[in-house]
């Protein structure tokens, strides 16, 4: 079974530039997250997206958004890039089951963001 | 707020010693803890999950342990290897904003030959 997938690999962008980063969930998973992990910082919680709602969001401003498709893929948008945003930033998905306790989550290989 | 803290930071063993990576969290009132290794610019792969209602998962060399009074979790490697040398984190759901996992800052684990 195909695990979490993560598209692009690398992607280098330029100060003010837009990005856009796209995650596959395992497949039957309809929960996807978004972290960030930069230099110094640990990983941070940007974005959870359930059933195409998002459902939680981190301490990020607004330029960080997201969006869940009808298959339950999601994409990460950045805008107006600063060069704090490099980044490698992790995408996670799980499923949630009756009972609502949280369920393990699952990480894809990441997308490493250079901003110039 | 769930805040969760790693030590050592760093951690340098011969190969097959056995070793404990220790793991703070500060609201007890946790669903459950997980721990993941990263391996050098690579993603997060998930090594045990312990619910609340648990007190140790086994998977392999590897053992965690949950305490949830004590706010700790143990992650105990046993016969280490150097294939083992990677970063370990602990990660546990935050408080109200469950689906978020809250991660420690990690141990760096060598095994040298």
């Known amino acids: 079974e195909a695990g979490v997938t993560q598209s692009p690999t690398h992607l280098i962008k330029t100060r003010g530039q837009q990005a856009t980063l796209r995650c596959s969930p395992i497949?039957?998973?309809?929960?996807v997250y978004w972290y960030q992990q930069a230099l110094g910082l640990g990983l941070q919680f940007l974005l959870w997206y359930d059933e195409g709602e998002e459902r939680n969001r981190g301490n990020f401003p607004p330029r960080f958004s997201g969006r869940q498709f009808p298959n339950y893929s999601s994409e990460l948008n950045v805008n107006a890039l600063e060069l704090e945003d490099s980044a490698l930033y992790l995408c996670?998905?799980?499923?949630?089951?009756?009972?609502?306790?949280?369920?393990?989550?699952?990480f894809g290989p990441g997308t490493r963001l250079t901003v110039l | 707020k769930q805040e969760v803290t790693q030590i050592p930071a760093a951690l340098s063993v011969p190969e097959g010693e056995n070793l404990v990576l220790n793991c703070s969290f500060t609201d007890s009132a946790i669903y459950n803890l997980q721990w993941f290794r990263q391996d050098p610019g690579k993603g997060l792969t998930s090594l045990l999950l312990i619910q609340s209602s648990q007190r140790e998962q086994t998977s392999g060399r590897l053992n965690a342990s949950l305490d949830k009074s004590s706010g700790r979790s143990t992650l105990y490697i046993a016969a280490s290897q150097p294939g083992d040398s990677a970063t370990y984190l602990c990660a546990a759901p935050g408080g109200t904003s469950y689906g978020k996992l809250t991660f420690g800052q990690g141990t760096i684990l060598t095994v040298h030959p």
């Open positions: 497949s039957g998973h309809t929960s």
């Open positions: 996670a998905s799980s499923l949630w089951l009756a009972g609502g306790l949280p369920p393990e989550q699952f």
